[in-house]
């Protein structure tokens, strides 16, 4: 009767040491993989940090200088690679990155001098330029203002495009996705073609404003093939390398030529006098 009994008792510790052994398993890959996750982190956020040390290095110096540094116990070591050079001055399409709702970028239609005055012997003269901008939800539209010179007086040439135009009724003209193009490698949805037909004067600076996106969206812009855009400014782009794990992050920074506030964009122009009524 005894044996009898043992055996029964058996079976269910046999169960419970089963039971019992899978969840200690499952809690134990669960720390390691918290773990792993963990060191992931901050490994990446390492290799962040030297990255953005070089990018801060290169703005404090202006020379693009690669640098190594590590912790107080020498248990890792971090360096960072920076490259610098100009944006634009090319035919080639480039990219501003992620904009958000509103924010704007300027593109320069006449090129800059060390300075940082006109350089009249560096302009754009194509037809026309390509903006092309990223597919979001919602459809972000795109504000188009370009400022020219004719005779001596400061001009203003605006335009808008939007994808959803007709359900918001904006009445902006609308932009189908049969308009969208690569724009270079940028693979973006949405592309129109900004024709200068209606400028007669001196191009001098085109203004891009993203609207209705609640996410940023990549913008770009691609100039006639047969044409040169001057430069842009100044791009540098720094890679932090953590040597212990091989985790790489890059950071990069586009400095732009010196532009008006955005106010400005607002600013009521008028060949005559001004009269408050």
């Known amino acids: ?15 419970v040491l089963v039971v019992g052994l899978t969840i200690g398993l499952s809690l134990a890959s669960r720390v ?3 773990i792993k996750i963990s060191r992931q982190m901050e490994e990446s956020s390492r290799a962040l940090a030297a990255a953005e040390a070089g990018i801060e290095e290169t703005l404090r110096t202006g020379v693009a200088a690669p640098g190594t540094f590590s912790d107080a116990g020498g248990t890792y070591e971090v360096k960072y690679a920076v490259t610098k050079g100009t944006v634009g001055g090319t035919s080639n399409p480039f990219s501003f990155g992620q904009i958000a709702q509103d924010d704007t970028q300027t593109v320069w239609f006449i090129g800059h001098k060390d300075t940082g005055d006109f350089d009249y012997s560096e302009t754009y003269d194509a037809p026309s330029i390509d903006v ?11 504000e188009v203002i370009i400022y020219y010179n004719e005779s001596g007086k400061i001009k203003v040439w605006r335009a808008a495009f939007d994808p959803e135009e007709p359900s918001r009724g904006n009445n902006f003209s609308s932009v189908d996705a049969a308009d969208g ?3 270079g490698n940028f693979n973006l949805k949405y592309r129109k073609t900004v024709a200068f037909n209606a400028i007669t004067g ?18 770009a812009v691609a100039p006639d093939s047969s044409r040169k855009l001057p430069t842009q400014g100044e791009e540098i782009v720094s890679t932090g390398t ?34 408050k009524l």
């Not at 001196?202 to 913008?219: E, G």
């Open 242 to 275: 953590l040597t212990i794990g091989n985790v790489t992050r890059k950071v990069r920074v586009f400095t732009s030529y010196k532009t008006l506030p955005e106010i400005f964009d607002y600013v009521l122009f008028s060949g005559g006098s001004l009269k």
């Open 202 to 219: 001196t191009k001098i600076a085109m203004r891009l404003r993203l609207m209705y996106n609640t996410q940023p969206a990549l913008l």
């Open 1 to 15: 009767m005894a044996k009898k009994s043992s055996g029964q008792i058996f079976i269910p510790t046999l169960l």
């Open 181 to 183: 193009g690569n724009c």
């Open 132 to 142: 092309c901008w990223a597919e979001t939800s919602p459809a972000a539209a795109i």
């Open 32 to 34: 390691i993989t918290d």
